[in-house]
């Protein structure tokens, strides 16, 4: 590759170039040279990106060969005839690694062919490790990592997840989603790091600079994709990819900055969401595109679609006539790479529309720069080409044991009868419930297929909850009753069992799925769990429910039965062995919840609420929620001024101690209410957050400083408004007033 680039180089060094060109740093003047020497079908094929069905053999789009392996015919057509520059994702299931090599070395080869020997991008998914590859280090989903309130422990994650995605020489990973989960109905929820701005941006800050460190052409670091900018996780009737309603001044406020924090982070890419925002379709808005987040956030990465989003202008949101006029308002929105994911009819049209006028040349040379200075970034230019025998560390231990603290960093103990937990290995427990022995419940989709529907094929080697705790206590104290998702238990069967036992552990919650096949019209859960659940408490033996889960499923019909509730959202491949460690006592619950658990159905506020909703707000269990083993006296609440300017730092100290018998790990929350406001204040808001773990007895001083200028409200413009008046810190139940003048 160095070969074609120094050619290149020399041959257009002959050439009358741009005198500006040889004044330009290192990058942009590869950049310049390459795009001055490319026709105008090879640019459009930069600017496009194809899904692995499109250059497999078999039929599409679904029908891929197994085993899955490149066509080099539709190869060819694709990158030698369309000049296609980008490639993601795989067929309809995982690969190994040797096959993940093949595919992408093959790819690389075909681009080598090319006159201008641009080298193709391969991205996949990767919101909880990387997805589609045999053994993989597939991690908690990032609601549960949301639930650690530990951007080091995010950022080795995505550092891990990097390494795996580079092992199988794929360079962009389309993570982290930086959406909010406000919305518990949406099936993306579980893709979020939970309803607050704060936690959201600096979880998802973090990703992106484990992912990608401070050098993308680093062989263990890769390209990182905000998604899906902006306010796709709001659809008004919950259901995936249709209209969102979000208020202008609550997307200034809250819905962009994670998206702001992300790209200050060094974010290489961003994908728009696919659905309507408030009325227009967020792929044909060049305000959302290009004035937002090209000019006002300073974007200088690549900006993406979602599947089929382009096309869907024409064929779902019916803002254009035809295909052709779909391409042309996305590409003048601002869009510079195109997940088209299936034909070549993309470049077609969009060299048909250059060539006629109606986009101009200069749009189609903003998007081909950028997709070539991420090319060059990522060392595919320049750089010398994967070495195999670079990661001996994939699927290592030392990834499971990373998997398995953050698993059990993410598990939040919500309730806790009478000290119940944890557990003597000496008990003799039932366990039971469909999630008991299930590794898709433990994962959720984008696992090893997409909805995650056949992870136990793939994960046999790793332990369900059911393995993990005859692991711990031997399979003598152990039983077990199978139960399914929906379908009426053996009630008979599990009550002789409980009868037989000292505890019941009770594993209820989803079933995996992603997307459109997350749906759905009820938060509650299916009757045949509330009755066996019911069934079991009857018993009088104590009730363990362990809830694996994507979004909050309403309990509230058993849960005053259960003698305690253990949320472990989706704790990926080691959350069997992570959930037994808690329960067991190996290790403390520290988990916090990163979202309002509601109470009912239709219980869907947040803890950031307005004050005028406050009377209607009663949560199963509040956001910041958690409980440990142990038990925390805060004191000694301190503000080191009573009175600021918008220029100056509040300190806010307090006391914070473990009162318990154990070690244990809390997380100490900042709130700040602005008292009263132009715009209806939220009731408080989530200013700062630390982790501090404490031996029995042993009291630690927190600290945090506070920019008065981060108090600052967002007005529907983006400007941010600081307010003079009476302002109000909370932490741990205590409270103090200043006043900002
Ligand atoms: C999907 C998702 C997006 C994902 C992309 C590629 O439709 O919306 O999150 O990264 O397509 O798989």
């Known amino acids: 590759m160095k070969s074609f680039f120094c050619a290149l180089c020399g041959l257009l060094c002959c050439l009358v170039l741009p005198a500006r060109a040889g004044t330009l ?62 490639i993601f994702n795989t067929g309809l299931h995982a690969l190994t690694l040797p096959e993940w090599r093949s595919v992408v070395t093959g790819i690389e080869a075909a681009a080598a062919r090319t006159r201008l020997k641009i080298p193709v991008l391969y991205g996949i998914d990767a919101v909880h490790g990387m997805s589609y590859a045999c053994g993989a280090t597939l991690f908690p989903q990032q609601i549960g990592l949301a639930a650690t309130w530990d951007p080091g422990l995010v950022g080795e994650i995505a550092r891990a997840t990097a390494y795996e995605a580079r092992a199988a020489f794929i360079p962009l990973v389309f993570a982290p989603s930086v959406d909010l989960g406000r919305n518990p109905v949406h099936s993306r929820f579980y893709e979020t790091f939970g309803e607050d701005t704060l936690l959201a941006s ?20 890769v390209a990182a994709t905000l998604k899906h900018f902006v306010g796709y996780t709001m659809p008004v009737t919950g259901k995936d990819r249709t209209p969102a309603a979000v208020p202008e001044v609550v997307l200034q406020e809250n819905f962009i900055p994670p998206f702001r924090a992300g790209i200050e982070a060094g974010a290489a890419a961003v994908m728009l969401a696919n659905c309507e925002l408030n009325g227009v379709p967020v792929h044909a808005d060049r305000h959302l595109i290009t004035d937002v987040l090209k000019n006002s956030l300073g974007f200088r990465g690549v900006v993406m679609s979602d599947w089929g989003s382009v096309y869907s202008l024409s064929d779902s949101h019916h803002v254009a006539r035809d295909r052709r006029e779909a391409v042309k308002l996305a590409v003048n929105a601002g869009l510079d790479l195109a997940m088209v994911p299936f034909d070549l009819d993309f470049t077609t049209l969009l060299v048909d529309l250059v060539k006629k006028g109606e986009v101009p040349m200069a749009r189609i040379d903003d998007a081909v720069r950028r997709v070539l200075g991420l090319k060059y970034d990522l060392g595919l230019l320049t750089g010398p080409p994967p070495n195999a025998g670079d990661y001996p560390d994939f699927g290592s231990q030392r990834f ?144 363990i429910l362990v809830l694996t889960e994507g979004r909050p499923r309403i309990i509230r019909p058993f849960v005053d039965q259960m003698a305690a509730v253990l949320l472990a959202y989706l704790p990926g491949n080691e959350g069997g062995n992570a959930i037994a460690d808690v329960l067991f006592g190996d290790a403390g619950p520290e988990g916090r919840l990163p979202f309002t658990y509601p109470r009912g159905p239709n219980g869907l506020g947040t803890y950031d609420h307005k004050i005028s909703e406050g009377y209607a707000q009663d949560p199963e269990f509040p956001f910041g929620a958690g409980l440990s083993y142990s038990r925390f006296r805060y004191s000694g609440l301190a503000l080191d001024k009573a009175q600021v300017t918008a220029t100056d730092v509040l300190t806010v100290s307090v006391a914070v101690r473990n009162d318990g018998r154990r070690p244990a790990t809390e997380t100490v929350q900042l709130y700040v209410s602005d008292l009263v ?65």
């Open 25 to 86: 740093p290192p990058r942009e003047q590869a950049i310049e040279r390459t795009l001055a020497a490319m026709t105008l079908p090879e640019k459009v094929g930069q600017m496009t990106l194809l899904t692995f069905n499109t250059v497999a053999q078999g039929t599409l789009p679904f029908g891929t060969k197994e085993p899955h392996r490149l066509d080099p015919e539709r190869l060819w057509a694709a990158i030698g005839e369309h000049h296609v520059g980008a």
């Open 202 to 221: 600096r979880l998802g800050a973090a990703m992106v600079r484990g992912f990608q460190g401070n050098n993308l052409a680093n062989p263990y670091r």
């Open 400 to 543: 499971a044991d990373l998997n398995r603290r953050a698993a059990r960093a993410s598990l939040t103990l919500l309730k806790n009868e009478k000290s119940v937990l944890p557990l003597p290995k000496t008990a003799r427990v039932l366990v039971t419930g469909f999630g008991a022995d299930s590794m898709a419940a433990l994962n959720g989709g984008w696992t090893y297929t997409w909805r995650g529907q056949d992870t136990d094929r793939y994960a046999a080697d790793k332990s369900t909850i059911l393995k993990a705790i005859a692991a711990k206590l031997g399979p003598a104290r152990v039983e077990h009753v199978a139960a399914t998702y929906d379908e009426p238990a053996d009630l008979g069967r599990e009550v002789a069992a409980a009868r037989r036992a000292d505890a019941v552990v009770l594993c209820l919650g989803e079933e995996p799925y992603a997307e459109n096949f997350g749906n759905i019209d009820d938060l509650s859960l299916p009757e045949s769990q509330t009755a066996l659940a019911r069934a079991l408490a009857a018993t009088g033996k104590p009730v």
């Open 677 to 741: 406001a132009s715009i209806p204040p939220p009731v408080k808001r989530l200013r700062g957050f630390r982790k501090v773990a404490l031996a029995p007895g042993e009291q630690a001083r927190v600290s945090f400083s506070l920019p008065i200028k981060d108090l600052a409200f967002m007005d529907r413009n983006g400007t941010p408004i600081l307010e003079p008046g009476e302002f109000e810190v909370a932490v741990g139940g205590l409270h103090r007033k200043f006043v900002v003048r």
